[in-house]
């Protein structure tokens, strides 16, 4: 079956200006998460929804950071006032819930001039 | 304070040999275990997972050993072949939460 969708693949935006990344997790997973992925570092947390509440935000780095995710499938990330530190690879995973493999989309490199 | 850590952030190894990945952590509580290969441009595939219960999971080429005591982690693939070259992040979360990720070992699997 498809596996976790992100989009756009590639996004350029100017210090200041509004993104929004999107995350299509595979169908009938209820959990979902938003990990950073900067250059030489592992994967770290955001984000993570049960069903269509955020059930841990502590990932969130300041309050420019939301995600939302109203239908309890589809979420979107959205960054406001970005910075050039926002930069980096904003990866998804969605899984069944509970202690399960998640299983990652190919993420959204994001770069901030 | 890095909770996972992989203290080799790269590693060579012949095709056909045995390929060890390390992997150490600090958080006790710690009881799912998962180990991440990645390629270029792509997210993390799932490779292979182990729960605290257990000390040793295997899966055709792949195997994870769990040492609680030294809370100490390795990956082993036998025998290696050059598509298994890429990063390989190893993980871990309690219960349900949100995984905890080391910064990943890029194998170079030599023909």
């Known amino acids: 079956g498809a596996g976790v969708s992100q989009t756009p693949s590639n996004k350029v935006t100017e210090k200041g200006k509004y993104v929004e990344l999107r995350c299509d997790p595979i169908?009938?997973?209820?959990?979902l998460y938003w990990y950073r992925q900067s250059l030489g570092q592992g994967p770290e947390f955001l984000i993570y929804f049960q069903g269509t509440g955020a059930a841990d935000d502590s990932g969130l780095p300041n309050d420019r950071f939301f995600a939302v995710r109203p239908e309890g499938s589809v979420s979107t990330l959205k960054i406001q006032r970005t910075e050039r530190g926002d930069s980096a690879v904003y990866l998804c995973?969605?899984?069944?819930?509970?202690?399960?493999?998640?299983?990652f989309g190919p993420g959204t490199r994001l770069t901030v001039l | 304070d890095q909770q996972v850590k992989q203290n080799s952030p790269s590693l060579s190894v012949q095709e056909g040999r045995i390929s060890i990945l390390n992997c150490d952590y600090t958080?006790?509580?710690?009881?799912?275990f998962l180990w991440y290969k990645k390629y270029p441009a792509e997210g993390p595939t799932f490779l292979i997972s182990i729960s605290s219960i257990k000390d040793k999971n295997e899966d055709g080429r792949f195997t994870v050993f769990l040492n609680k005591s030294a809370k100490h982690l390795s990956l082993h693939i036998v025998p290696s072949q050059p598509g298994d070259s890429a990063v390989y992040f190893c993980a871990a979360s309690v219960l349900n939460t949100p995984l905890v990720f080391g910064k990943g070992t890029r194998l170079s699997v030599i023909a």
């Open positions: 995973a969605s899984s069944l819930g509970g202690p399960d493999t998640q299983y």
């Open positions: 958080n006790s509580m710690f009881d799912y």
């Open positions: 169908s009938g997973h209820t959990a």
